[in-house]
Each structure stands twice: as structure tokens, then as C-alpha cells.
């Protein structure tokens, strides 16, 4: 792989992360401090692009799908303990991601109908994010194809949740770095450029930090 990109996936990567932990510190901690929140938004789209990614770069989609779910139950007790909720109230982020890899999946291979159970899971299950998630991993996946389509159809998924979740609108603003590193890879398109090896330690400790940094939220908090 391209080492500028790999470079850009890397802090894809982890601006995800420092965002997303933003978010939980300030949705378990400090409430009152709306930014943090805010600033949060930004998270879920860099996620999204990034499972898009690791589609592309996976030689089994099952295995794929496997590990998402396994940290999916893994994550679930840090997250509502976390986050203070009851223990199925909500499932974590990785449901949603396991929900949006199933659904990219199945609309590559054509099948509307299989296509459609993620898509009812998402919204019946209390996924994190919900529908609107797995749609917007599927608008991701569309910005792979089609840069201006997929853009169009993160503004239109946005708009139309405006009205009952208006603060994820900010999420827009990580439009502009996703394109910027989504034309960068689609200038390097190729089977060498995509199908290269990531290192497991890395993979498995960006998948453990998830429930690691909500147990640790956790702590502080019932210290607090």
C-alpha cells in the first residue's frame, strides 16, 4: 500500500477515536459541556468510511462480520455501564457497524431481500445510531463508487434526520476529510493498493480499545 495513504487511513483512524472518546467523556461525565458532544459527531462517519475500507481490504467478508460481532458482545456491558444506561436499552456501535458490513454485503451480491434484515435489525434492536447508521455505512460504501453520489447521499441522510436529531448534522463536517482521502485511494486504485496486509496487533487493539476506554470512563466515573 501507498505509504501516504496508509498514512491517511492511520489518522483516519485516529481522529475516530480521540472524537469518539470526546463524546463518551462528555455523554458519562460532563453533560453539561454540549461541544463535547458536538464534537463527537464527527466520529461516526470516519468510522463508517473506515469499515468501507476494511471491506475493500478483507479476504473473508464472514470473518469480517465475525470479529465486528464478537467485540459487539464483548463491548456491551462496558457500554451501558459506561454510559448509564439499562443493559439492552441501546446496543453499542458495533452492532451498528456489524449491521452496515451485513448490508453493504448483501446489496454488492444483489440480494434486496437479505439486504433488508440488517436494515430492520438496525431499527428494531436499539442499534447505536440506528437506521440512520447502517444507511450512513451504506452512503459510505456509495462514496467509494461514486464520490459526488455518495457525498449527495450523506447530505440528504443528514437532512432528513435534521429534524429529529439536529446536533448530528455537524457530522457533515467530516465529509471534506473522508473525500480528501477517498480520492487519494481512488487515484491508487488497484489490487495492490487495497489488498494489502495489516498487521493483527494493530487491528485487534483498534477493535479493544472501544470496550478498554468505556470501562475506564466507567471507573472514573463511579470514582467521580
Not at 115 to 134: C, E, N, W
Not at 173 to 195: D, Q, V, Y
Request: hydrophobic share 50%; charged share 15%; glycine share 6%.
Amino acid at each position: 500500500m501507498d505509504r501516504g495513504l496508509e498514512l491517511g487511513r492511520e489518522i483516519l483512524k485516529w481522529a475516530a477515536i480521540v472524537t469518539m472518546t470526546i463524546d463518551h467523556v462528555g455523554a458519562a461525565l460532563y453533560p453539561q459541556y454540549e461541544a463535547l458532544r458536538l464534537i463527537g459527531r464527527l466520529s461516526f462517519p470516519l468510522f463508517s468510511y473506515i469499515l468501507v475500507l476494511g471491506l475493500e481490504n478483507t479476504r473473508d467478508v464472514r470473518n469480517y462480520f465475525i470479529r465486528l460481532f464478537l467485540f459487539a458482545i464483548i463491548s456491551q456491558v462496558p457500554f451501558y455501564l459506561a454510559l448509564g444506561m439499562e443493559p439492552f436499552e441501546s446496543l453499542n456501535i458495533y452492532f451498528t457497524l456489524s449491521s452496515g458490513l451485513a448490508f453493504i454485503h448483501f446489496y454488492q451480491r444483489k440480494d434486496a431481500l437479505l439486504a433488508l434484515f440488517p436494515v430492520l435489525a438496525s431499527l428494531i434492536l436499539h442499534f447505536d445510531y440506528g437506521i440512520y447508521g447502517t444507511f450512513l455505512i451504506g452512503c459510505m460504501y456509495l462514496i467509494r463508487k461514486d464520490a459526488e453520489l455518495g457525498s449527495i447521499s450523506v447530505i440528504l441522510l443528514n437532512l432528513a434526520f435534521s429534524f429529529i436529531w439536529p446536533t448530528q448534522s455537524v457530522s457533515l463536517l467530516a465529509l471534506p476529510i473522508i473525500l480528501l482521502h477517498n480520492r487519494r485511494a481512488s487515484e491508487m486504485a488497484g489490487e495492490a493498493c487495497m489488498k494489502a496486509t495489516y498487521p493483527s496487533w494493530k487491528k485487534y487493539l483498534y477493535y479493544a480499545y472501544y470496550p478498554l476506554h468505556l470501562l475506564a470512563i466507567y471507573i472514573v466515573r463511579i470514582g467521580l
